[in-house]
């Protein structure tokens, strides 16, 4: 056997081999009460979905490719971060403090981090144009505006 297919052999056994590693395969969405769900004029609602419930609500949608690891752990723990940090399924379980806190979150990573570029690059369609990025600021703020910042 030559040199190349030795390591064609190699790399493809251990990706069988990840396969069987137990991490990353709690695919689930929680079963939620829908009245715990965000409250937000629709269109603003709509682009949370578009853009932010994949891994900041219990109604993810799992791709294929989120079953095939490696990509499976790191999918897995963007979803699990994320959820942890800011969930629009149990947004009406967060505090006054907790919901004026977040918003405040939502206003300054959406037009930077979030969502995170290896998600956009995979979901074309999730990328927020400077308008979404203005409506979302906007509700945000309520039309306040918090800090002085050029939309992207
Ligand atoms: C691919 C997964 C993913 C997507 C899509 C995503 N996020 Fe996140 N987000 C995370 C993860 C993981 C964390 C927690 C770790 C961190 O802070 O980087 C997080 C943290 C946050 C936080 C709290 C952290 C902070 O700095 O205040 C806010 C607010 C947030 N995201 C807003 C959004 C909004 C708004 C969208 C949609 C426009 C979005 N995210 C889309 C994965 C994602």
């Known amino acids: 056997m030559g040199v190349f297919a030795r390591v064609v052999g190699i790399i493809a056994l ?10 990353g395969k709690d695919k689930t969405n929680p079963k939620t009460d ?10 603003v609602v709509a682009l949370l979905k578009k853009s932010c419930y994949d891994c900041h609500s219990n109604q993810t949608k799992w791709p294929w490719w ?61 990328k927020l144009s400077k308008n979404d990025v203005k409506t979302i600021r906007d509700w945000a703020s309520n039309g306040k505006g918090f800090i002085k910042t050029t939309v992207r």
């Not at 251990?14 to 991490?23: E, N, R």
């Not at 959406?110 to 570029?117: E, Y």
């Open 66 to 126: 989120s079953y095939v690891a490696p990509a499976s752990w790191s999918i897995s723990d963007d979803v699990k971060g994320g959820r942890e940090a800011l969930n629009f399924s149990t947004w009406q379980k967060y505090t006054k403090k907790e919901k004026e806190k977040l918003k405040k979150g939502i206003y300054r990573t959406v037009a930077g981090p979030m969502p995170l570029p290896q998600y956009v690059w995979l979901h074309k369609d999730a």
């Open 14 to 23: 251990v990706f069988v081999v990840f396969q069987f590693i137990p991490y």
């Open 34 to 43: 829908p009245k715990l769900e965000i409250k937000a004029p629709s269109k």
